[in-house]
């Protein structure tokens, strides 16, 4: 007679247990409360099987009872290795969740350690490095806020998030003009963020009121308020090019020129030196006047090289303003350097004939060079300029004494000559050369 194989203890567990997770997984539809009852059972029975603790954490987690479920998923990667990758996505997708459900609760230290440890599990993952962020800033850890941002976008680099959440920390701060490129940022890397969007909207909005604001100090002749109001906006809004070119304007008023010049460039670099834009022109119109005001001092000082030097500049950006030819001829005709000077007066009179002061500067400078070739024995050259110093202004009575000089200067070398000449003929020495010499002067 044949014996009957009975089922061993672990078949009989296995087979058991197996029923069970047939059950379970109905239960975890319907009913996760009996799941968890039903797999507490199994696990009794079973306290090595990974996948019962598996089940139950999500048993667990579909109860939203999140520290339970965290345990019972540590418990399952702790039986299966292998199964790491599945477990520590799970792990750190609960520990996500437990730490928002902690936010909600305003138990923002705890739930800063359920993003730590969900970053633990999945250390590249930006979302809970994003949500770790936002729990920091709630708690006023704004330098570890700061730190972690940092560290996120060199690993990351191209975060949106991450560049809104560090414009908010900055603008909390007060440090707008962080605020504002951290902002444009995100939208270059998202053009549909709507936070950073609103950011950028906000803090232009922010300048435009301190620009009013420095308008209004402005009119009333309160330049310094004006200055602070304006500095103010361009940190809110540092690619306003008004801006810039108001504090320039501001700056060169109050003779702060070095400052009015790096705001004015800066301007013109912003409009990518456009010669068509309108705001382009005006900065550098702006720029033009700036250098002109900064020369004027210069030579207030009797610095005539830096103001020769700012007026160059100034010339090479605008050459119909006959202005800035003047003062550049007044700075050479300090120098003494009354060539350069009488080349400047006469450019400056081709763009303005009418202008009397242009042509009386003109007659000076030629009645010095020619009483300068008169003490140089060259006669002619002085007649020449001296001449031309009358023509250019007829109303100076010195000018006709220096020419009547140098004509009798001029007679007496005619007699001399004629004497030496006379005389060479009655010894008729040289006779054709001196008989031609003669009648020359003659």
């Not at 007026?311 to 060539?339: Q, V």
């Amino acid at each position: 007679m044949s014996e009957i194989a009975l089922p061993t203890f672990t078949e009989i567990m296995e087979k058991k247990i197996g029923s069970m997770l047939q059950e379970v997984a109905e239960l975890l539809k319907n009913n996760p409360r009996g799941a968890v009852i039903k797999l507490t059972r199994a696990i009794a029975l079973q306290p090595n099987n990974a996948e019962l603790f598996r089940q139950r954490a999500e048993a667990y987690e579909a109860l939203s009872d999140y520290y339970p479920a965290i345990l019972n998923f540590r418990k399952a990667l702790l039986l299966r290795p292998g199964n790491k990758d599945t477990l520590t996505f799970k792990l750190a997708q609960v520990c996500c969740a437990y730490g928002e459900h902690l936010c909600e609760e305003k138990q923002h230290l705890q739930a800063l350690e359920m993003f730590k440890m969900a970053l633990e599990y999945q250390p590249h993952n930006g979302e809970y490095a994003l949500k770790r962020i936002m729990c920091l800033s709630v708690l006023k850890r704004y330098d570890e806020c700061i730190e972690m941002i940092k560290k996120q976008l060199e690993e990351e680099g191209t975060s949106s998030g991450l560049y809104t959440s560090r414009s908010v920390l900055h603008m909390m701060f007060g440090n707008n003009t962080q605020a504002f490129y951290d902002a444009c940022r995100a939208l270059e890397l998202d053009p549909s963020n709507f936070e950073a969007s609103h950011l950028k909207d906000e803090l232009k909005a922010k300048a435009e009121s301190f620009k009013n604001q420095a308008i209004a100090h402005a009119l009333v002749g309160e330049r310094a308020e004006a200055i602070k109001s304006i500095t103010s906006a361009i940190e809110s809004n540092p690619q306003g090019v008004d801006y810039h070119i108001f504090r320039g304007s501001l700056y060169r008023k109050t003779g702060q020129y070095d400052k009015a010049v790096d705001d004015l460039l800066l301007a013109m670099d912003i409009c990518e030196h456009k010669l068509e834009c309108s705001v382009y022109n005006m900065a550098s119109r702006q720029l033009i006047l700036t250098y002109n005001d900064f020369a004027i001092e210069c030579f207030s000082k009797q610095h005539y090289d830096e103001a020769v030097t700012l007026l160059n500049k100034a010339i090479k950006s605008e050459k119909m303003e006959k202005g800035l030819y003047i003062n550049r001829g007044d700075c050479f005709y300090h120098m003494r350097n009354l060539p350069f000077a009488l080349a400047d007066y006469k450019q400056a009179l081709e763009l303005d004939q009418c202008d009397w002061s242009i042509a009386s500067r003109i007659a000076v400078v030629c009645c010095e060079i020619g009483v300068h070739y008169f003490h140089e024995q060259n006669l002619i050259k002085a007649k020449e300029y001296l001449s031309d110093a009358i023509d250019y202004n007829p109303n100076v009575s010195s000018f006709y004494v220096y020419r009547a000089t140098v004509f009798q200067a001029l007679k007496v070398m005619v007699l001399l000559c004629t004497f030496t000449l006379s005389h060479a003929l009655h010894y008729r020495i040289f006779q054709m050369q001196s008989m031609t010499l003669l009648m020359h002067f003659i």
